[in-house]
């Protein structure tokens, strides 16, 4: 639309050469549909989502990411080629395989973690967050979603693929497929139990300073102090008290869950043994570390920024 001016006024006097324009630029009110909160949410998830995975950004940013899925992808893919010539080979140990990819896992949330908070806090786009349809709670919600999004890329998506496969290499899969649900509902809840747990300790960790080399270091000495912790006082207490250290020890709380979840099909470990609290004990405790957690973020951006 082009501007229209209104003509200069004369006025007498001194003051005669001097007028005012009027400009009509076209601006509108917005007149669309109002998409509301949870469609902030979502949109600000998958934006987390995207950022963290190095879309859009130099090839770099890629690299870590996928290296952790390569080194992720190996042993499901031997497993399921080795489980088509071999009818009978049992390779793949589900509970084991949470074991072996503990540290994939940790490795992985601390690249994806600090990509979720410590960019907004060192950029100040916080302010601009929060003046939208979102609140802080909404906020960190959308960080937890998409941190726990990707986390099961690794904890959930593989384990499914390889039981996937192995059903599909019988004589009738929908038959073994139906034979075999139990397993199905215990690697969905395994992966993301484990995916919440562990996403919501690097957010944490990564909610306290803007700078992402700092977050990764945090995190990744957070897993290995909290478990050499642990093992310290597995050896060095005994009875009730020994048992309760197995909850310090993320690699063997997660093992200890998978064995209860896999209704102790898998051979045990020494820690789970000694512990021997039910399964709803270590579903509670993850979840319980979810919610401190996201507790504690929220007080921590309760503040104005």
């Not at 998409?35 to 600000?44: K, S």
């Not at 080979?89 to 949330?109: Q, R």
């Not at 909850?247 to 063997?252: A, D, G, Q, Y």
Request: hydrophobic share 50%; charged share 15%; net charge neutral.
């Amino acid at each position: 639309m082009n501007p229209q001016v209104a003509p200069p006024i004369p006025i007498d006097g001194a003051q005669s050469q001097r007028y005012g324009e009027v400009f009509d630029r076209g601006y509108k009110h917005y007149d669309g549909p109002r998409l509301g909160r949870m469609h902030a949410i979502w949109a600000l998830t998958l934006y987390s989502i995207k950022r963290a995975m190095g879309i859009k950004k130099n090839w770099t940013a890629k690299v870590t990411p996928f290296v952790l899925y390569g080194a992720i992808a190996i042993p499901v893919a031997v497993g399921i080629g080795i489980r088509a010539f071999v009818e009978d080979a049992e390779i793949f140990d589900y509970v084991g395989f949470y074991g072996y990819v503990f540290i994939i896992l940790g490795v992985f949330v601390a690249s994806i973690a600090p990509e979720m908070l410590c960019s907004d806090r060192r950029e100040n786009v916080l302010a601009l967050y929060f003046s939208r349809a979102i609140t802080r709670i909404d906020y960190l919600v959308a960080k937890l979603l998409a941190t726990a999004l990707l986390t099961m890329t690794v904890s959930l998506v593989p384990v499914l693929i390889y039981w996937l496969g192995v059903q599909l290499l019988e004589d009738s899969p929908i038959k073994a497929m139906a034979d075999r649900q139990d397993e199905f509902w215990a690697i969905l809840v395994m992966g993301t139990l484990v995916a919440l747990y562990l996403g919501s300790v690097g957010l944490l960790a990564s909610a306290f300073t803007d700078r992402k080399s700092i977050a990764i270091g945090v995190i990744v000495v957070l897993f290995i102090v909290t478990n050499a912790i642990a093992i310290v006082l597995f050896e060095a207490l005994d009875g009730e008290l020994q048992r309760y250290t197995i909850f310090l020890s993320p690699p063997n709380t997660i093992i200890a869950l998978g064995i209860g979840l896999f209704d102790n099909s898998q051979e045990g470990s020494e820690w789970a043994d000694v512990a021997n609290f039910p399964t709803w004990a270590y579903v509670a405790w993850t979840l319980g570390v979810t919610a401190v957690a996201t507790a504690v973020m929220y007080l921590r951006y309760r503040p104005n920024e």
